[in-house]
């Protein structure tokens, strides 16, 4: 079963303090308290718009594939803070840790599976979220999520490890990597402020990402938009923190 969750109109009023953006040159507004999930929302997209808008507009391509990559990176962040920071569990039992030749590592394993596929009548998923919002948004048919994942298994310990396997016109300005490592700071201070579960950051996430592909329908097929967004999701849930936190 796909989701699709209207966002309420809201009428929170509460203090901010200004940051600026990726590129430095404009600030956005970030609530300095605890605040809604609505308010998080808001203050995500406005945020990841204006990291990737010049003079034609937002581009949506990278805001998409910038929106999944966070997405499954908080997948990852979430266990780690509720599961093993604040429950003790350990990294090794919880994820299956790969190792390559040149000595990077990847984390995968089944406590993926359901935050991040699962479409069963009453679960929540990333998937089911992003499919849901392309299914609202008109797409007559949905991308093989089955062939993303095996297509990412296999890139493993490769250089093209998260790059979209996508026509070079639709490719984002910023590898999910890169994406990550502008936007995961205020990403993360933005979930805390908001609190509850940590494992269901992702899904946080991923519901800005569904108002994108129902807004940006009309410039890019809502089926090719989950594609992007799934397709950062599932790579960058896999990832080593360290390429965000070492660099």
């Known amino acids: ?68 990559a966070l997405s499954g990176f908080a997948l990852q962040q979430g266990i780690r803070e509720e599961l093993i920071k604040k429950q003790g569990g350990s990294e090794n039992k919880i994820f299956t840790i790969i190792k390559t030749k040149n000595g990077d590592k990847y984390y995968f394993g089944s406590i993926f599976d359901q935050p991040l596929y699962d479409t069963r009548k009453g679960k929540m998923s990333v998937w089911a979220i992003i499919g849901g919002g392309a299914q609202k948004a008109g797409a007559k048919s949905l991308p093989n ?44 201070k933005l979930l805390k402020a908001k609190g509850g579960n940590p494992l269901m950051w992702s899904w946080e996430i991923a519901l800005v990402a569904q108002d994108l592909i129902m807004l940006g329908k009309q410039a890019i097929q809502p089926s090719l938009a989950a594609q992007i967004v799934m397709e950062s999701a599932i790579s960058m849930s896999k990832i080593d923190p360290d390429l965000i936190f070492k660099n």
Request: proline share 3%.
């Open 1 to 68: 079963m796909f989701i699709y969750l209207k966002n309420k109109i809201f009428t929170v009023v509460m203090s901010f303090f200004l940051i600026s953006s990726a590129w430095g040159g404009n600030t956005i507004a970030v609530p300095n308290e605890k605040f809604d999930n609505d308010k998080f929302r808001s203050v995500l997209r406005e945020y990841v718009f204006t990291t990737y808008k010049d003079e034609k507009g937002v581009h949506i391509e990278s805001a998409l594939s910038a929106l999944g």
């Open 145 to 188: 999520i089955n062939n993303f994942s095996k297509l990412n298994t296999q890139a493993v310990g490769s250089k093209n490890y998260g790059k979209l396997n996508i026509a070079k016109k639709h490719q984002p300005k910023h590898h999910p990597i890169d994406a990550i490592k502008i936007h995961w700071g205020l990403t993360e």
